[in-house]
């Protein structure tokens, strides 16, 4: 496993591959979307959507991704992402500053702790995680006696971690294979340990070992 360098190399690798220019929205589109806003574009979500803004996997699999046409503006912030169930919605503004609303009609926008390149690290990595991955497993949570038995076990399957936000932790075991899960302070996973993983084989190898439940 490679570290990713900036979020195209994150991307190639979390899709097995390198990029190709079908995975991107040509430049023209971003231009024109500026155009049609009136403000500049953050250079990071610019690139972002060159690199893999058509690429499924990553702009649609789980939460969202508006495409360049329907980019929008509230309060001089760019609305960019919608969530997988319509509850809430990102916005940047020119600094790279993200801030998330529930309502967009009457938007209360309140700052994420990430910056957009570190926001989007985090969503690359779940987006896969969340259904990109064709191939998941679990352990129901009620598995675990403690938080430290989770801990024990991704540390017995060399997770490297990649994700640590609240309540999200995510790990790359293997190239293209995640263990990942949602948490409470202190609590245990809800609802378990997840296995995500670009293909079948690697999937299988890791799930049998360790005894995930295929989900498939």
């Known amino acids: 496993m490679h570290p990713a360098n900036n979020l195209a190399d994150l991307a190639a690798w979390l899709l097995g591959r390198p990029l190709t220019k079908r995975d991107g929205v040509p430049a023209a589109e971003c231009e024109a979307a500026q155009?049609?806003?009136?403000?500049?574009?953050?250079a990071v979500l610019k690139d972002f959507y060159k690199a893999v803004g058509r690429q499924p996997l990553v702009m649609s699999s789980f939460q969202r991704f508006a495409e360049p046409h329907?980019?929008?503006l509230s309060d001089g912030k760019i609305v960019?992402?919608?969530?997988?169930?319509?509850?809430?919605?990102?916005?940047?503004?020119?600094?790279?500053?993200?801030?998330?609303?529930?309502?967009?009609?009457?938007?209360?926008?309140?700052?994420?702790?990430l910056d957009l390149a570190e926001f989007l690290q985090v969503l690359l990595y779940y987006q896969m995680a969340q259904g990109g991955y064709a191939f998941c497993g679990m352990i129901p949570g009620d598995d675990f006696s403690t938080l430290e038995d989770v801990q024990s076990l991704v540390a017995d399957m060399h997770g490297r971690p990649?994700?640590?936000?609240?309540?999200?932790k995510i790990f790359a075991v293997a190239d293209q294979v995640l263990v990942w899960y949602l948490?409470?302070?202190?609590?245990?996973?809800?609802?378990?340990?997840?296995?995500?993983?670009?293909?079948?084989?690697?999937?299988?190898?890791?799930?049998?070992?360790?005894?995930?439940?295929?989900?498939?």
């Open 162 to 168: 990649v994700v640590d936000t609240s309540g999200l």
């Open 183 to 216: 948490h409470e302070e202190g609590a245990l996973p809800d609802p378990g340990l997840f296995l995500s993983a670009l293909h079948e084989d690697p999937f299988q190898h890791w799930s049998d070992k360790w005894s995930f439940d295929d989900l498939g």
């Open 35 to 42: 155009q049609r806003l009136g403000c500049a574009l953050p």
């Open 70 to 72: 329907e980019w929008t």
């Open 80 to 113: 960019f992402l919608e969530e997988n169930q319509g509850v809430c919605y990102w916005a940047v503004d020119a600094q790279s500053k993200v801030y998330q609303a529930a309502d967009l009609d009457a938007p209360q926008w309140h700052p994420e702790p």
